[in-house]
């Protein structure tokens, strides 16, 4: 119980120590295509790959828990049954939010 508390109570430090570092730069000062050396570029599908992969795995992980929980309280309880499809669905929501950071980074190509 402490540890949530105090997992808590940091998260909202590091949300905005980390805030400046996700930062999106001004319109105009997009790097021209011409500028970026072919490294650069193989970086960044590798970053879209890695989160679109390890997002897909985090909510498989969620998926499964949630899952065998909403079957058990499901089994035990027949009315929770909605409440239990939209808990699954929001785990699955994670590989989405992965699905989307990816097409953002791929978008920042020129």
């Not at 508390?5 to 001004?26: D, E």
């Not at 899952?67 to 049954?81: D, F, H, I, L, Y």
């Amino acid at each position: 119980m402490k540890r949530r508390i105090l997992f808590l109570a940091i998260l909202p430090v590091l949300v905005l120590a980390l805030a400046p570092l996700l930062a999106q730069t001004a319109a105009g000062s997009r790097v021209p295509a011409a500028a970026l050396p072919p490294d650069s570029v193989k970086w960044v599908f590798i970053s879209a790959a890695l989160v679109t992969g390890l997002s897909a795995v985090g909510a498989a992980i969620a998926v499964a828990v949630v899952g065998s929980a909403a079957m058990g309280a499901v089994a035990e309880k027949p009315e929770t049954a909605g409440r239990a499809l939209i808990f699954v669905g929001l785990a699955e929501g994670i590989a989405i939010y992965g699905l989307i950071i990816a097409i953002m980074i791929l978008g920042r190509l020129p």
